[in-house]
């Protein structure tokens, strides 16, 4: 568990491949000169900046988590903590809900998605930062655009606690928007995600 005093990561992977088929999160690909499953490249920035990493999966999904962990480096598997979410077909709220409780004492947490491969590390880092300087939201921009991730501070607690549905956080980060500390980011894998085969052209432009 992390200590009470520190920012909790938490990387969302329990969400359904409906619009992508396959279970998208195992599918190999070429990033950076490594050919790996979506969910290892996503996984691989948060492990150079957090010690652990939260990652929220499926009921029953011991394969799923062997293939990752054998993917990964022996280092990189120690900062592994997975959770598995009874409900998490009741939408991406029931994950978030379920990293956030697995963390219930930590002074804030760091929300993002096991389909985000390009997310560079600077960009975690910075909203952690953030949350850890006394913000009480952080996002990462950029062109003007909000990406991920998203850090809570423990203010949040409770609200995050209570969602509900397939929107994840995103009626509080509008509700409060002018409390949302932007970070500007000269990266785009902050908006990338992986809902469909042909996203992984977007990967290399």
Not at 141 to 156: E, I, L, N
């Amino acid at each position: 568990m992390p200590e009470q005093d520190e920012i909790a990561a938490i990387v969302l992977a329990a969400g359904a491949s409906r619009r992508f088929g396959t279970d998208k999160l195992l599918c190999q690909f070429e990033l950076n000169e490594n050919t790996l499953p979506l969910i290892v490249h996503s996984l691989q920035p948060w492990l150079k900046v957090f010690g652990q990493v939260t990652v929220v999966v499926q009921p029953d999904t011991g394969d799923f988590c062997r293939v990752v962990e054998h993917a990964l480096a022996d280092e990189e598997v120690a900062g592994i903590r997975w959770v598995e979410c009874r409900n998490a077909a009741h939408g991406m709220a029931s994950s978030l809900v379920c990293g956030v409780a697995a963390n219930i004492t930590a002074a804030g947490w760091m929300i993002g998605l096991a389909d985000m491969p390009s997310v560079p590390p600077t960009a975690i880092l910075h909203v952690r930062n953030a949350i850890e300087a006394g913000a009480l939201l952080a996002a990462p921009f950029y062109d003007g655009k909000r990406g991920h991730p998203v850090g809570f501070s423990a203010a949040y607690g409770d609200e995050l606690l209570a969602l509900q549905g397939d929107t994840g956080a995103r009626s509080l980060l509008e509700r409060d928007a002018a409390l949302l500390q932007r970070v500007e980011i000269e990266d785009r894998g902050i908006l990338i995600d992986i809902d469909r085969p042909e996203d992984f052209m977007n990967l290399h432009h």
